[in-house]
């Protein structure tokens, strides 16, 4: 069964640092593009970032460019958002989300998400 | 950057009817590559449809994808109570993902 299981998440000034991570089972995780999708409260899905398999490969939305770096660590399963100059707008549940098909796939599976929250 | 656009915003209908959500690109999606979720209050999204018209494991047959190009269909052929849920289209055929921003499909 693929699992995938976000943390990290919690309150952070305006300005502040956060680094989320993924924990991926249940499926050969150096075999796939990952992604992080967010949620703002009560509105729709923002694609944030996508990775290739061999990390090769590295896109992010506008919103978050410069200020967000995705990373993966096949060894480990684990998957990686670094985020840095954090403001208010990028209060969100933050999902890990596996692609199929390389990185500019869809999106299968999804975790559970984790909430990020910048306030002061 | 493509813009998805989504109508209606809300879709009021009663169990075992059709609906009809519309998905609308600012550019024409590369080789049809649109997929379609599905969201509960408080769940993740749930993959139903990709590549326009392809079913994703495990999903019933009364939903369906269409289009191509800038215009995309996802159809629910009969609505059974589990449907009612926030859909959301998402192109995937540029570096730069995209989502639509959501119709919800609510009991009448």
């Known amino acids: 069964e693929v699992q995938l299981v976000e943390s990290g998440g919690g309150l952070v000034k305006p300005g502040g640092s956060l680094r989320l991570s993924c924990a991926a089972s249940?499926?050969?995780?150096?075999?796939?593009?990952m992604n992080w999708v967010r949620q703002a409260p009560g509105k729709g899905l923002e694609w944030v970032s996508s990775?290739?398999?061999?990390?090769?490969?590295?896109y992010y939305a506008d919103s978050v460019k410069g200020r967000f770096t995705i990373s993966r660590d096949n060894a480990k399963n684990s998957l990686y958002l670094q985020m840095n100059s954090l403001r208010a707008e990028d209060t969100a549940v933050y999902y890990c989300?596996?692609?199929?098909?390389?990185?500019?796939?869809?999106?299968?599976?999804w975790g559970q998400g984790t909430l990020v929250t910048v306030s002061s | 950057e493509i813009v998805l656009t989504q109508s209606p915003g809300t879709l009021s209908l009663s169990p075992g009817e059709r609906a009809t959500l519309s998905c609308r690109a600012s550019q024409s999606v590369s080789s049809s590559y649109l997929a379609w979720y599905q969201q509960k209050p408080g769940q993740a999204p749930r993959l139903l449809i990709y590549g326009a018209s392809s079913r994703a494991t495990g999903i019933p047959d009364r939903f369906s994808g269409s289009g191509s190009g800038t215009d995309f269909t996802l159809t629910i052929s009969r609505l059974e109570p589990e449907d009612f849920a926030v859909y959301y289209c998402?192109?995937?055929?540029?570096?730069?993902?995209?989502f639509g921003q959501g119709t919800k499909v609510e009991i009448k």
């Open positions: 990775i290739s398999s061999s990390s090769s490969y590295i």
């Open positions: 998402q192109q995937y055929g540029s570096s730069l993902k995209t």
């Open positions: 249940g499926f050969t995780f150096s075999s796939y593009s």
């Open positions: 989300a596996r692609g199929f098909g390389g990185v500019r796939g869809a999106i299968d599976y």
